[in-house]
């Protein structure tokens, strides 16, 4: 009985000590935006010209939509956009 004991504890530890040195994630600092365009019916605007401009920087970004309209942008810098 002692030594299941032992045996548990020790493999506790070897588990707490395997999960230490894991590799921490790091803070990201760029998100996705994703939006859809419809015009004055309702109705998707498939192809349609999309930009994003960062107002602290002028960086422009540009997306095209798909044919339901959405769009799409990967790895925004974290900013103030419009």
Do not use: H
């Amino acid at each position: 009985m002692k030594a299941s004991k032992i045996l548990s504890y020790l493999g506790f530890l070897a588990l707490s000590m395997g999960l230490a040195i894991l590799p921490a994630r790091a803070q990201t600092t760029a998100g996705s935006m994703e939006g859809g365009v419809t015009d004055t019916q309702g109705g998707a605007v498939p192809n349609g010209k999309v930009r994003l401009l960062n107002t602290a920087t002028g960086l422009e970004l540009n997306a095209t939509t798909d044919e339901t309209g959405r769009s799409i942008f990967r790895s925004c810098p974290w900013a103030p956009m419009r």
